[in-house]
């Protein structure tokens, strides 16, 4: 069993920074490949950010491309999510999932584990 602990959220203005991290406990944290998603009011959860098990691997949804970066430090079990350039539309409570499987993935469905989730609002 794994549990996933998300820290960073918090307000921010259009066009500034935040760093999300997410901890594990519970579980060999190595052997997850880790994702970021994110749900606003009245949306369905969306892809943010994935990362492979070793860090080496890495995808992005399309709204967030060149500006977030996905990351993992397997030896502090934590993985984190450098938001720059933040958006309005950025604004959301952000999930933190781990799952198992070989292959990077974006859909919800194949991450087993997740966080609480943490908010961020951003503004215009």
């Not at 993992?72 to 799952?99: F, H, I, W």
């Amino acid at each position: 069993q794994v549990t996933l602990v998300e820290t960073g959220g918090g307000l921010a203005q259009t066009g500034g920074s935040l760093r999300l991290s997410c901890e594990a406990s519970g579980g060999t944290f190595e052997n997850y490949g880790m994702g970021w998603f994110r749900q606003a009011p009245g949306k369905e959860r969306e892809f943010v950010a994935t990362i492979s098990w070793t860090g080496s691997s890495t995808l992005y949804g399309d709204s967030v491309k060149g500006r977030f970066t996905i990351s993992r430090d397997n030896a502090k079990n934590t993985m984190y999510l450098q938001m720059n350039s933040l958006k309005p539309e950025d604004t959301g409570v952000y999930y933190c999932a781990a799952e198992a499987g070989v292959l990077l993935t974006t859909f919800p469905g194949n991450f087993e584990y997740w966080g609480p989730g943490t908010q961020v609002t951003v503004s215009s």
